[in-house]
C-alpha cells in the first residue's frame, strides 16, 4: 500500500484536529494528582472528583519533593494543603470542591489555580459535610496575591 501526500495530510489534519478533546477521558474532564500515596484524605477527595466525573490520574509524591513542585508551580506556601492537582494549565490545591474546579476551567481565569489551604473538616475528602467547618476557596493569581473565590459556611 502505498501512502501518498494527500492521504498524509489528511491523516495529520484529523490528528491534528484532535488533539484538543485529549485533555478530556472519554468527555470527562481530566485532572492529574500529585499525593502521598499513604495518605487517604487525598483517596477520598480523588473518589469524590471521579464520581462527580473527573478522569482522575495519580502520581506519588513525598515531602521536599512535592512541596518544591507546589512551589515552582506558583502556589504560596500559605496556601498549600496535602496534595496537588493539575487540570488545563491550572493548579489545585487541598480539598477544593468539584464545583469549583468546574467553574474554574469553565471561566478561564488568568491565574495559578484555587487552593483549599489546610485540611478543612468538612470540605471534600475530610469529613463529612454536614459538620463541616468554615473555609474558604482561594483563586492564586500569577504575581502570588490570592483572592475569595468561593466560600463555604458552617454547617
Same mark, same amino acid.
Given at each position: 500500500?502505498?501512502?501518498?501526500?494527500?492521504?498524509?495530510?489528511?491523516?495529520?489534519?484529523?490528528?491534528?484536529?484532535?488533539?484538543?478533546?485529549?485533555?478530556?477521558?472519554?468527555?470527562?474532564?481530566?485532572?492529574?494528582?500529585?499525593?502521598? @500515596?499513604?495518605?487517604?484524605?487525598?483517596?477520598?477527595?480523588?473518589?469524590?472528583?471521579?464520581?462527580? !466525573?473527573? #478522569? +482522575?490520574?495519580?502520581? *506519588?509524591?513525598?515531602?521536599?519533593?512535592?512541596?518544591?513542585?507546589?512551589?515552582?508551580?506558583?502556589?504560596?506556601?500559605?496556601?498549600?494543603?496535602?496534595?496537588?492537582?493539575?487540570?488545563?494549565?491550572?493548579?489545585?490545591?487541598?480539598?477544593? @470542591?468539584?464545583?469549583?474546579?468546574?467553574?474554574?476551567?469553565?471561566?478561564?481565569?488568568?491565574?495559578? !489555580?484555587? #487552593? +483549599?489551604?489546610?485540611? *478543612?473538616?468538612?470540605?471534600?475528602?475530610?469529613?463529612?459535610?454536614?459538620?463541616?467547618?468554615?473555609?474558604?476557596?482561594?483563586?492564586?493569581?500569577?504575581?502570588?496575591?490570592?483572592?475569595?473565590?468561593?466560600?463555604?459556611?458552617?454547617?
Amino acid at each position: 500500500m502505498t501512502l501518498t501526500r494527500r492521504a498524509m495530510m489528511a491523516v495529520t489534519a484529523s490528528f491534528a484536529a484532535s488533539v484538543p478533546a485529549m485533555g478530556t477521558a472519554q468527555g470527562r474532564p481530566a485532572i492529574h494528582v500529585l499525593k502521598d @500515596p499513604n495518605c487517604g484524605c487525598c483517596t477520598a477527595w480523588i473518589e469524590i472528583l471521579r464520581e462527580d !466525573g473527573f #478522569a +482522575v490520574t495519580t502520581e *506519588p509524591s513525598f515531602g521536599a519533593l512535592l512541596m518544591r513542585h507546589k512551589l515552582e508551580n506558583g502556589i504560596p506556601q500559605n496556601m498549600t494543603s496535602c496534595h496537588t492537582g493539575e487540570i488545563e494549565g491550572y493548579m489545585i490545591e487541598g480539598h477544593v @470542591p468539584p464545583a469549583d474546579i468546574r467553574r474554574l476551567v469553565s471561566d478561564r481565569p488568568d491565574a495559578v !489555580g484555587l #487552593a +483549599v489551604p489546610g485540611m *478543612p473538616y468538612g470540605s471534600p475528602g475530610m469529613g463529612p459535610e454536614d459538620e463541616r467547618d468554615a473555609y474558604d476557596v482561594f483563586l492564586i493569581r500569577k504575581d502570588g496575591s490570592t483572592e475569595i473565590f468561593a466560600s463555604y459556611d458552617a454547617a
